[in-house]
């Protein structure tokens, strides 16, 4: 059973920086695509950025040149550090994975995609 465990969420000061880590158990993590997403309240799920298997990466406009996707698969785990953050990217922030077996495809940065989920990390930036 595949599980996703998120950490590294935090309160920072408004240009300050945060890590996220997410720990993979039973996936393949050196052939799947995986993705970080956040919710803020009262706001849809939005994709963050994507690590495909070929490890290129895809990110959301809003945080390129600032979130940097990466992973370590002797460690099982996928890496979001975030740096010059904004009181906008105060969200709760989730872990996803997807397998080649999944038969729906609606984008690296759309959550329908992706077919397991952590439980989530939040991350609060103030200004």
């Known amino acids: 059973q595949v599980q996703l465990v998120e950490s590294g969420g935090g309160s920072v000061q408004a240009g300050g920086s945060l890590r996220l880590s997410c720990a993979a158990s039973?996936?393949?993590?050196?052939?799947?695509?995986m993705a970080w997403f956040r919710q803020a309240p009262g706001k849809e799920r939005e994709g963050v950025a994507a690590?495909?298997?070929?490890?290129?990466?895809r990110y959301v406009d809003s945080v390129k040149g600032r979130f940097t996707i990466s992973k370590d698969n002797a460690k099982n785990t996928l890496y979001l550090q975030m740096n010059s953050l904004k009181p906008e990217d105060t969200a709760m922030y989730y872990c996803?994975?997807?397998?080649?077996?999944?038969?729906?495809?609606?984008?690296?940065?759309?959550?329908?995609?992706?077919?397991?989920w952590g439980q989530g990390t939040q991350v609060t930036v103030s200004s």
């Open positions: 690590l495909v298997s070929d490890g290129s990466t």
């Open positions: 996803a994975a997807r397998t080649a077996a999944m038969a729906v495809w609606a984008g690296y940065l759309n959550g329908a995609s992706y077919q397991y």
């Open positions: 039973g996936y393949d993590f050196s052939s799947g695509c």
